[in-house]
Nanobody, 127 residues
Framework: QVQLVESGGGSVQAGGSLRLSCVASEYTNRMNCMSWFRQVPGKEREGVAA????????YYADSVKGRFTISQDTAKTKLYLQMNSLKPEDTAMYHC????????????????????WGQGTQVTVAS
């Protein structure tokens, strides 16, 4: 069972930056796609960014395009989310997730498609 552990969350002022990290216990072909999701209590979980390890294609939610960047390390066991120009509406619990994208060439973007999840790291942006 792959385990994912997030870190890097915290409290920042609007306009600030944070870099989230997600460490996987192992890399297997069951997880060639990884994503960051975020959730605010009482709201649906939102896909923020996704990365296909093989094709290197990415997905970003419109709300974060140009501000957030998803990346991975060469060993494919660490996933990052660089968040710049943070806004109060970015406040949420951020989770990383992993799944096999099989023959797909683009990353999966729906939370119900993902099999492995981390516990999350809280990001709070003050206005």
């Amino acid at each position: 069972q792959v385990q994912l552990v997030e870190s890097g969350g915290g409290s920042v002022q609007a306009g600030g930056s944070l870099r989230l990290s997600c460490v996987a216990s192992e890399y297997t072909n069951r997880m060639n796609c990884m994503s960051w999701f975020r959730q605010v209590p009482g709201k649906e979980r939102e896909g923020v960014a996704a990365l296909h390890f093989v094709t290197r294609t990415t997905y970003y939610a419109d709300s974060v395009k140009g501000r957030f960047t998803i990346s991975q390390d060469t060993a494919k066991t660490k996933l990052y989310l660089q968040m710049n120009s943070l806004k109060p509406e970015d406040t949420a619990m951020y989770h990383c997730a992993a799944v096999s994208c099989r023959s797909l060439l683009v990353p999966k973007t729906y939370d119900w498609e993902y099999h492995f999840w981390g516990q999350g790291t809280q990001v709070t942006v003050a206005s």
